[in-house]
C-alpha cells in the first residue's frame, strides 16, 4: 500500500469519527503557527513495545498478553500458548477461527507461564519497572549489606504497565489515540492494526507508554543571594558640586537649495503580496451556493456551501474516487485524491453517482446534496493529512 493509499484510509476512518458539526483533525503534533515547533511532539515520544518471548508472550503484573504470528488463527495461538480457543475468543469478542494480523496482540484471559530464559525470554517474570535501593530507609550497615535488586524492565524500557482500552461503539483508532495523547501510528504499531488502523467493538488495545524526558545536563544558573550581586555605583556625592561644563552647540548643517521643479513620475503599482490568486482556479466550486461557514484551523478544517437538498454536486477537479462511505451517523463522504498530492473531501452526500477506483473529470457530477436543516454540502481541501483553506483554490 503506497503512502497515499494510507493517507486516504486515515482521512476516511477521520470522517467517520461523526459529523462535521465536529472538527476533524488527524495532525497530533498541535497547532503548527509561524515557525516550527516540535516540542509536543517529542514529549508524546513513545516506547518501543516490549518483545515477546518463543510463544509471543508479553506479562505485566496485572494482565499478559500474546503477540500473533504470521499466518496465525485465533485458534493456532491459543493452541501455541495453552489455552482453550474458545475462551480466548470469548474474552476478546472473536471467533476461533478468525485470522490474526502479523503482531496483532490478544489478552489473555488468565495468566500462562511466565516468560523465562527457557521461553526465549531476557528476563524471569512479569516485566516491571526497574528496582532502585532508596536509602533513606536503609540505616548503618545495612547500607553495606544492600544488594541492589535485579532490574525487571527489558533495556530501553521503564518497564510501566501500559493502559489497557477496551474499544467502544463508534470509537475509532484516531478518537483513542487523542484521548491518551498518544499517536495513532504509534497505537497501531503496539496492538498490531491494520493499514486502515482497523479496530473492532469490544477489543482490548493496550497504550503505548510515553518517554519520559531524560533530565538535563546543564548546570543551573547561580543566583546570588541578596547583596551579593554586581556592585552598586555611588551615587552622586551632595558636597561635591558638579563640574562647570558647557556642552558645545550642536552644528547646524545647511539647508539645500530646493532643485529645480521637475514633473512628478508616475508611481509605480505596489505588488498585492499574499492576497492575489491564480488568474485560473485549481478548482471549481462543488456546488452552487452560498459560503455560511468559515475555514477556521482545528474547530471546521473545510467550508459550509448552502444549497438546496437534490442540487447536483461536482467534482472540484479532476481525480480518482479515493473512499466512498458514511459515518455512524449515516452521513456519506466521499474523497477524491487528486495530483500533488492533494485530496478534496465532501460530506453531506445523497444519490453518489461513483464508486472507488472511478477517474472523474473536474466539474463532473457525483452525487446530490442531502436534504437537512439547513441543508448544506461541507468541503474540505487536504495536502496530505494537512487541511487548508478551499477558498485558495476556488475562484
Not at 455560511?292 to 447536483?312: L, W
Amino acid at each position: 500500500m503506497t503512502a497515499k493509499t494510507r493517507i486516504v484510509s486515515a482521512l476516511a476512518l477521520g470522517l467517520a469519527l461523526g459529523a462535521c458539526s465536529q472538527p476533524i483533525d488527524l495532525d497530533l503534533r498541535g497547532k503548527i503557527g509561524g515557525r516550527v515547533d516540535t516540542s509536543a511532539a517529542a514529549q508524546k515520544a513513545t516506547e518501543n513495545r516490549p518483545d515477546p518471548d518463543n510463544r509471543g508472550i508479553i506479562s505485566y503484573p496485572s494482565y499478559q498478553v500474546a503477540v500473533a504470528k504470521r499466518g496465525d488463527t485465533l485458534a493456532s495461538l491459543a493452541a501455541r500458548i495453552g489455552l482453550p480457543a474458545n475462551e480466548l475468543a470469548q474474552y476478546n469478542g472473536m471467533k476461533v477461527d478468525d485470522p490474526l494480523n502479523h503482531g496483532a496482540l490478544v489478552v489473555l484471559p488468565r495468566r500462562v507461564s511466565e516468560p523465562s530464559p527457557a521461553t526465549g525470554s531476557d528476563i524471569t517474570g512479569p516485566i516491571t519497572p526497574a528496582a532502585t535501593v532508596d536509602v533513606a530507609t536503609l540505616a548503618g550497615g545495612a547500607i553495606d549489606r544492600a544488594a541492589p535488586t535485579t532490574p525487571r524492565a527489558p533495556a530501553g524500557s521503564s518497564g510501566v504497565e501500559p493502559t489497557r482500552h477496551t474499544v467502544a461503539r463508534g470509537e475509532t483508532a484516531f478518537t483513542i489515540a487523542r484521548l491518551y495523547d498518544v499517536s495513532p501510528r504509534s497505537l497501531a504499531e503496539w496492538n498490531g492494526l491494520d493499514r486502515s488502523f482497523s479496530v473492532r467493538e469490544g477489543q482490548q488495545l493496550i497504550i503505548p507508554v510515553t518517554q519520559k524526558p531524560a533530565p538535563s545536563a546543564a548546570k543551573p544558573r547561580e543566583i546570588p543571594e541578596p547583596g551579593r550581586g554586581t556592585p552598586t555605583p555611588p551615587p552622586p556625592s551632595a558636597s561635591t558640586p558638579l563640574p562647570d561644563e558647557t556642552p558645545p552647540a550642536a552644528a547646524v548643517a545647511p539647508t539645500p537649495a530646493k532643485p529645480a521643479a521637475t514633473p512628478p513620475k508616475p508611481a509605480k503599482p505596489v505588488a498585492d503580496i499574499g492576497t492575489s490568486k491564480p488568474a485560473k482556479s485549481e478548482m471549481v466550486m462543488p456546488v452552487s451556493g452560498s459560503i455560511v461557514r468559515d475555514y477556521a484551523k482545528g474547530r471546521n478544517e473545510g467550508i459550509d456551501i448552502s444549497a438546496p437538498a437534490g442540487t447536483t454536486v461536482k467534482a472540484a477537479a479532476s481525480g480518482q474516487v479515493a473512499s466512498v462511505s458514511s459515518t455512524a451517523e449515516g452521513i456519506k463522504f466521499l474523497l477524491i485524491r487528486h495530483p500533488g498530492d492533494l485530496i478534496t473531501v465532501y460530506t453531506h452526500l445523497d444519490n453518489i453517482t461513483v464508486k472507488k477506483g472511478d477517474a472523474v473529470s473536474k466539474g463532473q457530477a457525483i452525487g446530490k446534496v442531502k436534504p437537512g436543516d439547513p441543508s448544506i454540502l461541507h468541503f474540505e481541501v487536504r495536502k496530505g493529512f494537512e487541511s487548508t483553506d478551499p477558498t485558495a483554490y476556488l475562484p
